[in-house]
């Protein structure tokens, strides 16, 4: 079973930068696709960002949020910056072995979000 332990949200205003950091209670394989998904209010949720031997980002937040992970310290980063408005989610981090299942949201491990909000 492996936790996933999501930090580093808050509230920040609009041209800020967070990173957000997601802690795995075990091992993680630098095979083991990760990824941020975001939930906005009102909003499904959606995929941001997701790394196994390279990194992915969506096309609304390209440019300026990246994703990187340090397998010493089994934990995944989500670096976000020139935050929007827009941007105010509840972050999720999840990981699952199929790649393209994890893209669209069908994680066998979620954390418990954290929350980001920007404001204007």
């Known amino acids: 079973q492996v936790q996933l332990v999501e930090s580093g949200g808050g509230l920040v205003q609009a041209g800020d930068s967070l990173r957000l950091s997601c802690a795995a209670s075990?091992?993680?394989?630098?095979?083991?696709?990760m990824a941020w998904f975001r939930q906005g209010p009102g909003k499904e949720r959606e995929f941001v960002a997701g790394?196994?031997?390279?990194?992915y980002v969506s096309d609304s937040v390209k440019g300026r949020f990246s994703i990187s992970r340090d397998t010493d310290k089994n934990t995944v980063y989500l670096q976000m910056n020139s935050l929007k408005p827009e941007d105010t989610a509840v972050y999720y981090c999840?990981?699952?072995?199929?790649?393209?299942?994890?893209?669209?949201?069908?994680?066998?491990?979620w954390g418990q979000g954290t929350q980001v909000t920007v404001s204007s």
């Open positions: 790394i196994i031997r390279n990194t």
């Open positions: 999840a990981a699952h072995w199929q790649w393209e299942e994890l893209l669209k949201g069908e994680a066998s491990y």
């Open positions: 075990v091992r993680i394989s630098s095979t083991l696709p």
